[in-house]
T-cell receptor
Framework: GESVGLHLPTLSVQEGDNSIINCAYS??????FIWYKQESGKGPQFIID?????DKRQGQRVTVLLNKTVKHLSLQIAATQPGDSAVYFC????????????FGTGTRLTIIP | DTEVTQTPKHLVMGMTNKKSLKCEQH?????MYWYKQKAKKPPELMFV???????INESVPSRFSPECPNSSLLNLHLHALQPEDSALYLC???????????FGQGTRLTVV
């Protein structure tokens, strides 16, 4: 069945260091992936997305890598700041038709000052 | 404007009450969503509207009734809820069902 999972439920990173959050997915038909950031008491905030015809996509301080061979997705955050502390979710769907977006279990990232 | 606005922010209701959650966006998005999120869990899809028509119902109990009056508004009507329905209810919208969804801040619902 479809599932999106994260390798680590929690991650602590020193301020200024880079962080990497990993995500595994099991549905090889998935071809659209999104990373969301959710701060306490708020709704998920879109960070970056990637489609399966790409291996890498960069945004401001964030990079998403997609490895379709091993069905693995990662979010790299450069030069982490205290405001990066949040729960990060990967989400996936098949990029056609009326397919639903499925969220992974989430990783709590804590930035240590 | 990338804002999805949800009202109210907090709601406490009894099990015999009828209440409604409201969601509004003015981004011209044609897909709108209701998600339910329990503490320390990911959001779970409840309903999807695409072009004001119900596209996906994730086998949600009938005590939850969605409504899409127009392309900017999405309601969730609540009736005879149970305490286990207490959760954060999130609304989201996207340009189409195949583009990124933007979420509102949610309504924290407590059923007593």
């Amino acid at each position: 069945g479809e599932s999106v999972g994260l390798h680590l439920p929690t991650l602590s990173v020193q301020e200024g260091d880079n962080s990497i959050i990993n995500c595994a997915y099991s549905n090889s038909a998935s071809d659209y992936f999104i990373w969301y950031k959710q701060e306490s008491g708020k709704g998920p905030q879109f960070i970056i997305d990637i489609r399966s015809n790409m291996d890498k996509r960069q945004g401001q301080r964030v990079t998403v890598l997609l490895n379709k061979t091993v069905k693995h997705l990662s979010l790299q955050i450069a030069a982490t700041q205290p405001g990066d502390s949040a729960v990060y979710f990967c989400a996936e769907k098949r990029d056609f038709g009326n397919e639903k977006l499925t969220f992974g279990t989430g990783t709590r990232l804590t930035i240590i000052p | 404007d990338t804002e999805v606005t949800q009202t109210p922010k907090h709601l406490v209701m009894g099990m015999t009450n009828k209440k409604s959650l409201k969601c509004e966006q003015h981004m011209g998005h044609r897909a709108m969503y209701w998600y339910k999120q329990k503490a320390k869990k990911p959001p779970e899809l409840m309903f999807v509207y695409s072009y004001e028509k119900l596209s996906i119902n994730e086998s949600v109990p009938s005590r939850f009734s969605p409504e899409c009056p127009n392309s900017s508004l999405l309601n969730l009507h609540l009736h005879a809820l149970q305490p286990e329905d207490s959760a954060l209810y999130l609304c989201a919208s996207s340009r189409t069902m195949n583009t990124e969804a933007f979420f509102g801040q949610g309504t924290r619902l407590t059923v007593v």
